[in-house]
């Protein structure tokens, strides 16, 4: 079965809801501990929970030396995390009980009740563990814009430079601002518009996408109906945006089915007035804008605003990654799983610690 998401780009997966646990005084090294930061102990069933919920999403179950690599990575990250909230804690940064709130609120409203329940069941986690997530992720967050965001600037003279240096890449094709919405004959368990709309079988589909159809064509907004409807889960929260498209991106997306040759027929701003079947499900298609092919220049709102990015992505690397070096240079760090990996390995040639 074609996964829907992977029409665009690959599912975004929760990657962890682990959180380290802190204890008074010097923590004390028991057989379950997998890292001592600062003052905080990181336990090994930490490690093991972000590790099975990883695995649950790869093709294949590691082998030994493999499985024993990521949860050294998942540590890592781990004690990172611990080691920007201890930050974070110091400058009074931790986010509010009201903008947990306020995020688990946005979270969960993706998900039915039922939906949910069972998402937390799948993934063996509690609200707790996801309202923790929650508050280190915001809490980090905030940590980045003090610390690197804020000191951030794109001078005028440096967007010129970096034009000037990269102006063949702005000599563009033609290109076509998609939108579309995608209904598929199947269940999705993860579905992701704001409706929790899901057509499991292939006569619903096609009564959904013919009605949603008629929705569009009778003057309902376009993106509205697909952030409500689209099982689109990467695209769905965007209102369908497909953003802007090449010819060979278009062709690549489905080479056999009508949906390129649609797009090169429709005019700006107008819908595809028939469903177009593909491999994927049924599509309703829209034409935001059509771009010419050639030269585009500074004088282009979209050119400086993508050079302007570019700028600020380059910098924001390079300070995150300064600052990620002197944090970590200023913790106290023993990671008792890796010393407990090179003593096994060193006796035994295997990994058996981690099992």
Same mark, same amino acid.
């Given at each position: 079965?074609?996964?829907?998401s992977?029409?665009?780009?690959?599912?975004?997966?929760?990657?962890?809801?682990?959180?380290?646990?802190?204890?008074?005084?010097?923590?004390?090294?028991?057989?379950?501990?997998?890292?001592?930061?600062?003052?905080?102990?990181?336990?090994?069933s930490?490690?093991?929970?972000?590790?099975?919920n990883?695995v649950?999403?790869?093709?294949?179950?590691?082998?030994?030396e493999?499985?024993?690599?990521?949860?050294l990575?998942?540590?890592?990250?781990l004690i990172?995390?611990e080691?920007?909230?201890?930050?974070?804690?110091?400058?009074?940064?931790?986010?509010?009980?009201?903008?947990? @709130? &306020? =995020?688990?609120? *946005?979270? $969960?409203?993706?998900y039915?009740?039922?939906k949910?329940? +069972?998402? %937390?069941?799948?993934?063996g986690?509690t609200?707790?563990?996801?309202?923790?997530?929650?508050?280190k992720n915001?809490?980090?967050?905030?940590?980045?814009n003090?610390?690197?965001?804020?000191?951030?600037?794109?001078?005028?003279?440096?967007?010129?430079?970096?034009?000037?240096?990269n102006r063949?890449?702005?000599?563009?094709p033609e290109?076509?601002?998609?939108?579309?919405i995608?209904?598929?004959?199947?269940?999705?368990?993860?579905?992701? @518009? &704001? =409706?929790?709309? *899901?057509? $499991?079988?292939?006569?619903?589909?096609?009564q959904?996408? +013919?009605? %949603?159809?008629?929705?569009i064509?009778s003057?309902?907004?376009?993106?509205t109906?697909?952030?409500?409807?689209?099982?689109d889960?990467?695209?769905?929260?965007?209102?369908?945006?497909?953003?802007?498209?090449?010819?060979?991106?278009?062709?690549?997306?489905?080479?056999?089915?009508?949906?390129?040759?649609?797009v090169?027929?429709?005019?700006?701003?107008?819908?595809?007035?028939?469903v177009?079947?593909?491999?994927?499900?049924?599509?309703?298609?829209?034409?935001?804008?059509?771009?010419a092919?050639g030269?585009?220049?500074?004088?282009?709102p979209?050119?400086?605003?993508?050079?302007?990015?570019?700028?600020?992505?380059?910098k924001?690397a390079?300070?995150?990654?300064?600052?990620?070096e002197?944090?970590?240079?200023?913790?106290?760090v023993?990671?008792l799983?890796?010393?407990?990996?090179?003593?096994?390995?060193?006796?035994?040639?295997?990994?058996?610690?981690?099992?």
């Open positions: 079965m074609p996964n829907k992977r029409w665009i780009a690959g599912i975004v997966w929760l990657a962890s809801f682990a959180g380290a646990s802190c204890s008074s005084g010097r923590p004390k090294i028991a057989p379950d501990t997998a890292a001592i930061v600062n003052q905080s102990e990181i336990k090994i930490e490690v093991e929970k972000v590790f099975q990883r649950k999403q790869a093709s294949q179950t590691p082998v030994a493999e499985a024993a690599t990521l949860k990575n998942i540590l890592n990250q990172m995390d080691i920007l909230m201890g930050h974070a804690s110091k400058e009074n940064l931790t986010a509010s009980e009201a903008e947990v @709130n &306020a =995020k688990f609120t *946005d979270f $969960k409203k993706n039915s009740e039922e949910f329940q +069972q998402f %937390l069941k799948d993934q986690m609200v707790g563990d996801i309202r923790r997530e929650l508050l915001a809490t980090i967050e905030k940590l980045y003090k610390e690197i965001t804020s000191k951030i600037s794109v001078a005028e003279a440096e967007i010129r430079d970096y034009f000037s240096k063949a890449n702005y000599n563009l290109r076509w601002h998609v939108m579309h995608l209904v598929t004959p199947w269940p999705d368990p993860q579905i992701n @518009n &704001a =409706k929790n709309d *899901d057509a $499991k079988t292939d006569e619903a589909a096609r959904k996408v +013919q009605n %949603l159809l008629q929705r064509l003057g309902e907004d376009f993106a109906i697909a952030r409500d409807y689209s099982e889960s990467s695209t769905a929260p965007i209102g369908g945006d497909l953003r802007l498209l090449s010819a060979e991106q278009l062709d690549a997306l489905d080479p056999n089915s009508l949906f390129a040759k649609a090169r027929n429709l005019k700006t701003g107008e819908t595809f007035r028939s177009i079947v593909t491999k994927y499900g049924y599509h309703i298609v829209k034409l935001q804008e059509k771009e092919a030269q585009h220049d500074l004088t282009d979209r050119v400086q605003s993508e050079v302007r990015q570019a700028i600020f992505a380059r924001e390079l300070l995150k990654a300064a600052f990620l002197m944090a970590r240079n200023e913790a106290t023993r990671n799983l890796a010393e407990r990996i090179l003593t096994d390995m060193g006796s035994s040639a295997s990994v058996s610690a981690l099992r």
